[in-house]
């Protein structure tokens, strides 16, 4: 795995303990309720001590995460790391004084954890032993490196905890500077998903704070729900970023689409925005502009360490658990200092952004959404199972998934082959962006969604039944097979399927199978599939009276294989354009009868060859689904 690789794992790996913390934030929120007057006195102490119970198993939870993260949820190395915390904090134990477990030391034993299990999870010993082969070798593994790691901890504790608090103590003398140096790096690194390595340095590790029964906690996030005055310095600025500053972005592109698709704009685009003031999920705006104006992503960066910059001179300290949406900023207000600043600092942030915004794209005619051919954000809501399959094939199928997992916003894959992925098939059906970082590592954008994605993904792999996925056979626009001016291809009495518009005259084959049949004028051509599927492609209509002038010139012949992508026919697209009547090119099941259901992926443009514009899934036949 390469250098961007394993830290895009080792990142996500990082994010997975978190999700626990708003229910901290929930509690200690709760607790300050007037119990009392509602009957219930002790409710109050409970809910505080639910929320400090989170952050002092924190380690352990670290521990677990980061593990399951690294190794694709293995269970061995999930107990191997749990085994690892127990044994630390035991052995740890007998200092004088006692150490008490980080999430800095959790993270360390997670890793070793989930490092230890892809190094030995085939590990074979001799017969007799083999019990304790694989998997099972995982935990003992870890176990004794924990041990030797915990008497190492007994001596050089006391100067890692010097360090740590030397560490906050060097940023806090950047003052604003480092804070503005933060917001910019974490707003770059969320690009390439490694945003969570640089947040769990600053909001995990630097800097010491002493409770008031003496234990000591570490990091921006744990000192501000522990009481610490002085933290929420590395988030405090998060919120004008996110509650306004992308939700004007949002508006701005809205207001800049085109008139006529203004309506479909505002409406994803009022959802991602509504995402990002809520919950401080940023990527579907972001990734809007980011691959159209790479340049206009780095001023947001500088602006987005510059307010970060502002709210530290301005002495606001506030915090969240999980983001900085309006939800967190609600319910922990209660341990913020001046937190009511952020809300008119960020309506003047977000009418910044929206004028600086409004007018770099209509002065550098920016390709955002809206605009010419701008990155696809579509609605996803009821049709994540029928693009699900069509993803899949855009990935390069089943065979080319190595690894698939998935965060808040993006799927994140290990993937054979990284040729075999179709951006542009990605895009139309829904994906924000495409990462590519290298060594078969890429993440997919696909916003909130992307869990279900996954989850429908998963079923579509597992699923017990042949599907048969086809490639688009031009470059230009499909369009629904009812759209076609012809009453015999509209009402699907030649066979059900899509057609497109041709935009060069190039015809390829959509499927693998071999050609059964070129017309004598050889404007059509089918294709039977390896399934028995009978594909007819029609290039035009009217057209099998364009005889004689060379209209058409298939470069197969009957009996031949092709592959999705070969040549099947050359045509002058100037020349059917002007004599038939229609340039409408279905391309249909004739015998619709074997196929079981269909998917259609968004009537949008096509390359020629682009993979993930129809999948069909088969009847089963003879009892299995046997091939005919």
Known sequence: MNFLGRFQQLGRAFMLPMIVLPAAAIFLFLSQLPWDLLGIPNAADYLKAAGHAI??????????????????????????????????????????????????????????????????????????????????????????????????????????????????????????????????????????????????????????????????????????????????????????????????????????????????????????????????????????????????????????????????????????????????????????????????????????????????????????????????????????????????????????IVQMESCITRLRLKVSNEKLLDNNALRNLGAAGVLRLGGGNVQVVFGTYSELIRAEMLKAIQRDQEQVLFSSPVQGRMIPLEDVPDPIFAGKLVGQGVAFIPEKGELVSPVKGTVIIVYPTMHAVGIRTQEGLEVLLHIGIDTSKLTGKSYFKAVVEEGQEVMPGDMLVRFDLQRVRKESKSLATPMVITNSDLVHSWRFAPFKAVKKGQSSVLSVVLKERNGGGEKP
């Open 55 to 400: 952050f002092t198993f924190l380690p352990y939870m670290f521990a677990l995460g980061v593990s399951l993260g690294l190794t694709g949820n293995a269970l061995a190395a999930g107990m191997a790391a749990l085994a690892g915390m127990v044994i630390y904090v035991g052995v740890t134990g007998t200092a004088d004084p006692q150490i008490e477990p980080t999430v800095f030391v959790g993270s360390i034993i997670g890793m070793i954890s989930g490092f230890s299990y892809e190094r030995f999870k085939n590990l074979r010993l001799p017969e007799y032993i083999q019990f304790f082969g694989g998997p099972r070798f995982v935990p003992l593994f870890v176990s004794v490196v924990t041990v030797i790691l915990s008497m190492a901890m007994i001596g050089v504790a006391p100067l890692i905890q010097r360090m740590l608090e030397g560490l906050g103590d060097i940023v806090a003398s950047g003052g604003g500077f480092g804070v503005f140096l933060f917001g910019f790096l974490y707003r770059i690194l969320v690009v390439f998903g490694l945003h969570h390595l640089l947040s769990h340095v600053f909001w995990f590790q630097v800097g010491g704070y002493e409770t008031a029964d003496g234990s000591m906690v570490y990091g921006d996030l744990p000192r501000f729900f522990a009481g610490d005055p002085t933290a929420g310095a590395f988030m405090a600025g998060m919120y004008p970023i996110v509650m306004f500053a992308l939700p004007a972005i949002a508006f701005a592109i809205i207001h800049e689409a085109r008139e006529d698709l203004k309506p479909k704009i505002r409406k994803t685009f009022l959802y991602a925005s509504l995402a990002s003031f809520l919950t401080g999920v940023t990527e579907p705006v972001e990734f809007a502009f980011l691959f159209v104006a790479p340049y206009l992503f780095v001023v947001h960066a500088i602006l987005s360490g510059v307010i970060m910059w502002v709210t530290y001179e301005l002495g606001i300290r506030h915090g969240f658990s999980f983001s900085g949406g309006v939800i967190d900023y609600i319910i922990n207000e209660h341990l913020a200092t001046r937190g009511w600043l952020l809300i008119p600092i960020g309506i003047v942030v977000g009418l910044v952004y929206y004028v600086v915004f409004r007018w770099a794209i209509n002065r550098f005619r920016i390709p955002t959404p809206g605009r010419e051919e701008g990155s696809q954000l579509d609605e996803w809501a009821g049709d994540i199972p029928y693009r699900a399959p069509l993803i899949l094939q855009a990935i390069g199928g089943k065979d080319n």
